[in-house]
């Protein structure tokens, strides 16, 4: 790790430790990050980490970006989840396919912490199966016409700016019958739909976003018209590696405070950390953590390294989000009845962790990718 990079995960390590540990069980109880809190991250450039500063980002690149998520859900798990969606998906969806005076006028503001980005891709009845998307865009003139409903949207609440995927040939599909446009807060026709009560990450908003004839022009034609389901996939890629940074951090902050625990709980006259099921507990979660770091830093050489990592991405993405809930579980088993109880943050830790097996791609479809990238590969 350059020195650069060292002292950003330094900084970034002792801002989660004074800002954000404190107020981790609040979030989570308000069902909302201060507004305090949010402003001081976006001023500190925390919403634009990985974009070059031409655009309004920090210039730190990706590595950073992932430490920024670890470092943070070590603590606490809706601040990365926000975060990773505004920066992972939305705003690198203008970076990967947006035009120059797009990338000026949307990216820059979002980078910069002005502007807040959601990613609108699922819908009701199409949540794995992405392509299946029904909202439309109709043209009219220089304009479409966008109508639909999408669901389950982080950030849309709050978000000045959507990236929105819509189908513009149904017969095409993901082949060339799907387009994504950038739409702005306060457009006629756009409005917020119900707001999902959460078992975790419930200082992050998740609701749907509804169309109802909202009209934009060619200039908001977000890459090719047709083609967006590929930049859809392509995001997801650096999107999936931000959901296993989360995993990891969760797990390490769980793991720290058992650990902790472990030490200072006594029964039988003596700490439980001498008892040879918790120390056996304490190997086998510290193992996995090697595991899933080893492999989230590895997958992020490739990444720097212009490599394609779809298939690592799925398999860091699988592994992190499962081996992370085990481990937060296990945790929770070191707390015993106290672990259960909202006083410890452990049960918030893992009802935090719990969505990472699910968004950006199930565990199940992660395995469906890596099957076939395995496939492809054995039939060249
Ligand atoms: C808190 C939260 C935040 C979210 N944020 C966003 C966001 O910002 N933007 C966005 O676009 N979406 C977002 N999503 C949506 C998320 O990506 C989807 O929920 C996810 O992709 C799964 O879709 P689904 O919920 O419709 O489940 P389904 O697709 O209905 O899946 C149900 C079950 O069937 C399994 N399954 C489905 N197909 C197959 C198959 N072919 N083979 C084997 N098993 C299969 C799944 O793995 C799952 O276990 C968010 C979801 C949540 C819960």
Known sequence: MNQELKMFQETIQAFAKEKIEPVAALIDIEEKVPDALMKEMKEMGLFGVPFPEEYGGSGFGWRAQYMLMEEVAKYEGSIPSIIGAHTTIAANAIYVAGSEEQKQKYLRPLADGTSLGAFALTEPGAGSDAAGIKTTAKKEGDEWVINGTKCFITNAPSADIFVVFVSTDKEKGARGGITSFIVERGMPGLSIGKMEDKMGIRGSET?????????????????????????????????????????????????????????????????????????????????????????????????????????????????????????????????????????????????????????????????????KEILKEASL
Do not use: C
């Not at 590929?230 to 931000?242: C, D, E, S, T, W």
């Open 207 to 371: 609701s749907e976003v509804i169309f109802e004839n909202v009209r934009v022009k060619d200039e908001q034609v977000l890459g090719e018209v047709g083609h967006a389901f590929k930049y859809a996939m392509r995001v997801m890629q650096n999107g999936r590696l931000g959901i296993a940074s989360i995993a990891l951090g969760l797990a390490k902050g769980a793991f720290e405070l058992a650990v902790q625990y472990s030490l200072e709980r006594k029964q039988f006259g003596q700490s439980i950390a001498h008892f040879q099921s918790i120390q056996n507990k304490l190997a086998e979660m510290k193992m996995e953590i090697y595991a899933i770091e080893s492999m989230l830093y590895r997958t992020i050489t490739l990444l720097e390294e212009g490599e394609g990592f779809n298939l690592e991405g799925s398999i860091v993405k699988a592994y992190a989000s499962e081996k992370a809930d085990w481990i937060i579980n296990e945790s929770l088993q070191i707390f015993g009845g106290y672990g259960y109880m909202k006083d410890f943050p452990i049960e918030r830790m893992l009802r935090d962790a719990r969505i990472n097996r699910i968004f950006e791609g199930t565990s199940e479809i992660q395995r469906i990718v890596i099957a």
